[in-house]
């Protein structure tokens, strides 16, 4: 799938693993207008097996979710007009792929 110009913001591409299932939903949603991927922090090895997870937060005019996977987190942003209804679907979606909900 294309991740870069139409709904993506210009600044970078990059997207983890473990985001990419949240990214690609939201590129092919309606509802999203605007998809801003942030910063990427790496995470130290880990000793037992990682618990992927997920948190979101409403912000003005976004949904900004926060995806760890199994060595790095990143921010994402998805700018809609309905908010509420892109977070119950990107949940249900955490849901579906096993995901923790923070």
């Keep these: 799938m294309k ?5 993506f913001a210009p600044s970078h591409t990059t997207i983890i693993e473990s985001a990419a299932d949240f990214v690609d939903f939201a590129n092919t949603c309606d509802l999203v207008t605007k998809i801003t991927l942030g910063l990427i922090k ?3 090895k880990s000793r037992g097996g990682i618990i992927k997870s997920i948190k979101c937060v409403h912000e003005p005019a976004c949904l ?3 995806v760890r996977g199994n060595r790095a987190i ?3 942003r998805l700018f809609s ?3 509420k209804t ?3 679907k990107i949940l249900e979606l955490a849901k579906k792929l096993k995901f923790r909900i923070s």
Excluded: A, M, T, Y
């Design 3 to 7: 991740r870069s110009g139409g709904k």
């Design 42 to 44: 790496g995470l130290p």
């Design 64 to 66: 900004f979710i926060k």
């Design 74 to 76: 990143q921010e994402i």
């Design 81 to 83: 007009d309905d908010v």
């Design 86 to 88: 892109i977070e119950s």
